[in-house]
């Protein structure tokens, strides 16, 4: 569901002196949030119209530097200003932060007002709008995986990501007793995104050593990646403020199972009904969902920067351990890339278990969503299902091994060129070749372990 609090209900709260601060916040191209903390007064009296941030926030790395090559900002423009329009219908209270309220914004040009296209929320916006003017409305639901470390955020700035040390010693998938000993954590979780509007369902132990698992209700496309990346913040600072710490890197250590972010998907026809669903099918799917998959299978390799950002992304695609390896569809068949859930139910739908937990859900949603309406208008057929395990099966789709191999895919991408437009697809291959390009520059610890005596 969106905000769970009223611009009514904000002036009554901060005249009863329980809010006194309103973030603002925009998603940027890697899905942090972004923006301001405003004395909940000033928001009120006029501070909930826009703001302004530098368009700087759209061309950086994590490590907010300049980044060159991108049309939209850079030094030779000036490094500008964005708007930024804060979404009312996104307010809602932060439990863990004392007295403080969040709400979401879309970035638009200073200029025009127009949204900015190569933002997040835009983007997806637009495949929304693409599907609800077929007569569909998109329902998604992200699962997000992490590890939880004993260390503190403090205590790894200051050398200890030698000494990561997960929160249990052995794997806790669906364990009771080892996920009781996190839930000073956990509890916190739950109950907090519950109060700021978050529909959690549950948290589980899953498949290492300290790594879980949240689980919010779906929704449609756009609230399920708001919630998406509040969740993330929110687990983040609950872990902090504990003395803990979370990672959300696909692959933190080779050693250890990735974190993945699966996305179920479905389309519901305007007056509610599941439009997916055909109870004389094989597997309960209709002509409509079997175009949908297909589309998602026929482009699974140009879209896969959006499901995979990072040069380490790719290492969580591995044999044995749960991440996919090959984009093929298969019902209820955890190997394949494209898994269909719910089969002989109104509740069929397609989870695609490419996107690891350091993706942008914002750009995974929307990316999937192109394809899947690019397979609805031009009627294309499934093919075969993959039956048994995809892991071993030779001649068949696979993910691309590297980003490099996913950037060129992406470059030469007609359909998400059609779809997303022309500005949007460069400047995000940029965004991946720039990773490419820092990854391809540092020495790794992994090349002075190896070959520093014996090169």
Known sequence: MPGNMSF??????????EVDTVLVAAPDMQGRL??????????LDGGFEETHCCNYLLAVDMEMTTVPGYKTSSWEKGYGDYVMKPDLATLRPLPWLPGSVLCLADLLEHDTHAEVAVSPRAILKRQVARARAMGLEPMMATELEFYLFENSYDNLRDGGLRDLKPISAYNEDYHIFQTSKEEDVMRAVRNGLYAAGIPVENTKGEADAGQA??????????????NHVIVKQGVKEIAWSKGKSVTFMAKYDHRKAGSSSHVHQSLWTTDGKPAFHDHDDAHGMSALMKHYLAGQLAHAQELTVFLAPYVNSYKRFCVGMFAPTKAVWSADNRTAGFRICGVHSKGVRVECRIPGSDVNPYLACAALLAAGLAGIEGKMELEPEMTGDAYTKGGIREIPKTLRDAAVALRGSAMLR?????DVVDHYVRNAEWEIEETDRVVTDFELQRLLERA
């Open 8 to 17: 009514e209900a904000l002036k009554e709260a901060v005249a009863r002196g």
């Open 213 to 226: 698992e949240v689980n919010y209700r779906y929704s449609d496309a756009l609230d399920t990646a708001d």
């Open 418 to 422: 059609a779809a997303l437009g022309d």
């Open 34 to 43: 972004m923006g301001k903390r405003f004395h909940a007064q000033f928001f």
